[in-house]
């Protein structure tokens, strides 16, 4: 939000200069500019016949003068376009964000630096966030990146698991959404490097999108809500888990990493004006550049 607000703020600072600059100052720089010319070509018109080149330089150097900007305008509104440009691209289209923890392996790796696509929820306009234009809505499965609810200032990254409506059980690790068990695979064992841990790989099917969830077969069953809880009523915290029915323009979300993450299991909901947008694309990773891809 901080950042967003700044470029929208320089973007603004640069562009009213620019403004200024293109219909105000400029066209006065090129009448000033003129007019001396003008003055400079009665005065030295036997010079510029014979060719003389100190003259002809000097000449060259008021025309020169009449198109170049200010030093302060050079870095201020000569920066608007590039600064436009990025303002649009991210706050419409795409935006990068970096993974900072291990809630999303092994989708998502700590490192990973993330594309997020910014319009497809709909467009919203820059700052205030609010929605402007509805092209589309989350899916279940869907990677998606939003405001975090209890400090709106931090953003998270999470998946969708629970649309509106839909009646969540999450009961000694086994997740059901409207009474049916979600289909799951077991895959083998997975090494969390970080930890130096072993876990247990599953692959799992919400719907349309298959993807890959770590369990720790080690970690509690029980979970606990925050004091934070958006919705307590929603959810009832049974032994070895929980049964949430999400409220209207709300979202369940859960990490890959199920029993490492921090998600709506422990503080409710996802509001759809938190929404940032779904990411879809790795474009890069320092220490893994094989990570560079699509995902799920």
């Given at each position: 939000?901080?950042?967003?607000?700044?470029?929208?703020?320089?973007t603004?600072?640069?562009?009213?200069?620019?403004?200024?600059?293109?219909?105000?100052?400029?066209?006065?720089?090129?009448?000033?500019?003129?007019?001396?010319?003008?003055?400079?070509?009665?005065?030295?018109?036997?010079?510029?016949?014979?060719?003389?080149?100190?003259?002809?330089?000097?000449?060259?150097?008021?025309?020169?003068?009449?198109?170049?900007?200010?030093?302060?305008?050079?870095?201020?509104?000569?920066?608007?376009?590039?600064?436009?440009?990025?303002?649009?691209?991210?706050?419409?289209?795409?935006?990068?964000f970096?993974?900072?923890?291990?809630?999303?392996?092994?989708?998502?790796?700590?490192?990973?630096?993330?594309?997020?696509?910014?319009?497809?929820?709909?467009?919203?306009?820059?700052?205030?966030?609010?929605?402007?234009?509805?092209?589309?809505?989350?899916?279940?499965?869907?990677?998606?990146?939003?405001?975090?609810?209890?400090?709106?200032?931090?953003?998270?990254?999470?998946?969708?698991?629970?649309?509106?409506?839909?009646k969540?059980e999450?009961?000694?690790?086994?997740?059901?959404?409207?009474?049916?068990?979600?289909?799951?695979?077991?895959?083998?064992?997975?090494?969390?490097?970080?930890?130096?841990?072993s876990?247990?790989?599953?692959?799992?099917?919400?719907?349309?999108t298959?993807?890959?969830?770590?369990?720790?077969?080690?970690?509690?069953?029980?979970?606990?809500?925050?004091?934070?809880?958006?919705d307590?009523k929603?959810?009832?915290?049974?032994?070895?888990?929980?049964v949430?029915?999400?409220?209207?323009?709300?979202?369940f979300?859960?990490?890959?990493?199920?029993?490492n993450?921090?998600?709506?299991?422990?503080?409710?909901?996802?509001?759809?004006?938190?929404?940032?947008?779904?990411?879809?694309?790795?474009?890069?990773?320092?220490?893994?550049?094989?990570?560079?891809?699509?995902?799920?």
């Amino acid at each position: 939000m901080t950042f967003s607000l700044i470029l929208f703020l320089l973007t603004v600072f640069t562009g009213v200069l620019w403004v200024l600059d293109v219909f105000i100052w400029a066209p006065k720089r090129r009448a000033a500019a003129q007019d001396e010319l003008t003055a400079f070509d009665r005065d030295n018109a036997d010079s510029l016949r014979r060719g003389e080149q100190t003259v002809v330089a000097t000449r060259n150097a008021i025309v020169q003068a009449s198109t170049d900007r200010p030093k302060w305008l050079e870095y201020t509104a000569g920066f608007f376009p590039v600064i436009f440009f990025i303002f649009i691209l991210r706050s419409f289209l795409f935006e990068p964000f970096r993974i900072p923890s291990g809630s999303m392996m092994p989708t998502l790796e700590t490192g990973d630096m993330i594309l997020v696509n910014k319009y497809q929820y709909g467009l919203r306009l820059p700052v205030i966030n609010t929605k402007i234009l509805p092209i589309g809505e989350p899916e279940r499965g869907d990677v998606v990146v939003f405001r975090y609810p209890p400090n709106e200032n931090i953003d998270y990254i999470k998946r969708v698991i629970g649309l509106p409506g839909d009646k969540i059980e999450y009961i000694n690790k086994k997740l059901s959404i409207n009474g049916k068990p979600v289909p799951i695979g077991e895959i083998g064992e997975y090494y969390d490097e970080a930890k130096m841990q072993s876990l247990e790989e599953f692959l799992e099917k919400l719907d349309k999108t298959e993807h890959h969830l770590l369990i720790n077969p080690r970690a509690p069953s029980s979970v606990y809500p925050l004091s934070t809880h958006t919705d307590p009523k929603a959810c009832d915290y049974v032994p070895g888990g929980l049964v949430c029915m999400v409220p209207k323009d709300k979202y369940f979300v859960m990490g890959d990493n199920r029993d490492n993450s921090e998600d709506s299991r422990y503080w409710g909901f996802v509001p759809e004006k938190n929404l940032v947008g779904r990411a879809f694309m790795v474009w890069m990773n320092v220490s893994k550049p094989s990570r560079i891809g699509f995902f799920n």
